[in-house]
């Protein structure tokens, strides 16, 4: 077994964490229930929409946008059997057929109007 095998169920951690962190928050804060389906990432660009018409500034909710960003990871593994990979502090999901996805980054380009977690996630399963 290679150090880079070793490290992959490490990098799976933080990302976990993150989304289970934020389908707690969505489902105490905003009454929204994820399933980790990808008819749910249908409801997080909504939620991810609304708050951007609210006008929050990126840095406050930045945190918000990596545990949505980890839960479309968590989809996308659950559904393709992919890994999370890690490296600098930047977390990518890699599907079966090697490519890699950046579902974090997704959910702030998804915040900037210019994105979406459900077409990144059919994307990657597709």
Do not use: F
């Amino acid at each position: 077994m290679t150090a880079q095998q070793q490290s992959r169920p490490h990098a799976a951690g933080k990302p976990a964490r993150w989304a289970a962190d934020a389908v707690a928050m969505m489902r105490e804060g905003a009454r929204v229930r994820l399933d980790y389906s990808a008819q749910s990432l249908w409801r997080v660009d909504r939620v991810i929409d609304e708050i951007r018409g609210e006008g929050a500034p990126c840095n406050a909710v930045r945190e918000m946008l990596r545990g949505l960003g980890a839960y479309a990871g968590e989809v996308i593994v659950r559904q393709t059997g992919a890994e999370w990979w890690a490296s600098g502090g930047d977390h990518w999901v890699r599907t079966p057929d090697g490519r890699l996805w950046d579902p974090i980054e997704e959910a702030r380009r998804c915040y900037e109007g210019q994105g979406s977690l459900r077409l990144l996630c059919r994307d990657a399963v597709g």
